[in-house]
């Protein structure tokens, strides 16, 4: 597992034999000077996965962000979904702002999102897809 960033915003790691980036959001991000290497981070992640790649991205303790910083958002899903991205399992606290702002965003961007309310089941539908995909 390598470790990408983590701070009091968000943790990016990569789990190379998986093939998959790990995203939690933490907290409300109220500017886009907290979060100002967001988009490098997503870079340095993206250098380490290969087309086919999967998230697993934990939102369960994101707050309200402010619409300054939703522009980041949707140009992290950008880089993801031109890098190859095959899945994303979203792990959320379900009718929260917070999800509903992350599903108008996965919408926008046409990531392809499936929505979890707990790690292990998100994890299993992954993996599930994963060894489908190897069976073909």
């Known amino acids: 597992m390598v470790k990408i960033a983590q701070n009091p915003y968000y943790t990016i790691k990569v789990d190379e034999g998986k093939n998959r980036i790990l995203l939690n959001i933490c907290g409300g991000w109220g500017g886009e000077t907290e979060v100002s290497q967001y988009l490098e981070h997503w870079d340095l992640a993206l ?38 991205l095959a899945h994303v399992a979203e792990v959320h606290r379900l009718n929260e702002s917070g999800s509903d702002y992350a599903i108008d965003m996965a919408q926008e961007s046409k990531i392809p999102l499936n929505i979890f309310d707990n790690v292990a089941d998100a994890e299993a539908w992954l993996e599930e897809i994963v060894q489908e995909k190897k069976r073909k």
Request: overall charge positive; hydrophobic content about 35%.
């Open 47 to 84: 250098r380490l996965v290969q087309p086919g790649f999967t998230i697993l991205s934990d939102i369960r303790e994101a707050k309200e962000h402010s619409p300054e910083v939703r522009w980041l958002h949707l140009e992290a899903q950008r880089k993801t979904l031109n890098a190859g």
